[in-house]
């Protein structure tokens, strides 16, 4: 009885170093080092401020030909300048009030029933910008071609939009 009461405590003594070892080992195993990120690299994008705005999930031109912008991107200035253009719709401005963008910078609106108000009006890389008594308005260029001139000036307050249409019948006013 004597050796099998040996093996007996034999094999509980293994058994207990068995696990007594795995759980040392187990305790004592290096972690594997966390992944570092990588650098970030800079992104580059285009300048985008003097485009319209669009939709991320609407089908590129490409990909769809209805879809085709109105806009020139970025407009320049000689579509819309020394040219007459009549308010056609607008939440905030009568319509038949008159926009002329003049070469010197000079800005002309005249209502159909009040006084012609001058102003300023700036284009600089792709930017435009509104100045009415004296006050500067950011503004968006959102649709130009031969038939229309479409605006969105940040006033105060809600922007305005402006849809104007050529108006060959009006004469250039005087600066």
């Not at 003049?102 to 100045?131: C, E, Q, Y």
Request: with cysteine; proline share 13%.
């Amino acid at each position: 009885m004597t050796s099998r009461a040996n093996r007996s405590r034999n094999n509980r003594c293994a058994t207990a170093l068995l696990v007594a070892t795995t759980l040392v080992l187990a305790a004592c195993k290096a972690q594997a080092p966390t992944p570092q990120p990588e650098p970030a690299t800079p992104q580059v994008t285009a300048d985008t401020s003097a485009q319209p705005a669009r939709s991320t999930d609407a089908p590129l031109p490409s990909e769809d030909a209805s879809l085709a912008p109105a806009v020139t991107t970025p407009a320049l200035p000689s579509a819309f300048v020394d040219k007459v253009w009549k308010v056609s719709k607008s939440g905030a401005v009568e319509p038949g009030t008159t926009y002329v963008f003049l070469a010197d910078g000079t800005l002309v609106i005249d209502s159909p029933n009040g006084t012609p108000m001058h102003g300023r009006w700036s284009f600089d890389k792709g930017a435009l910008v509104m100045v009415e008594e004296g006050i500067s308005y950011p503004t968006e260029i959102i649709a130009i071609d031969d038939s229309q001139f479409h605006i969105r000036s940040h006033n105060p307050g809600e922007p305005v939009d402006i849809e104007l249409v050529p108006a060959p019948d009006q004469p250039l006013p005087k600066p």
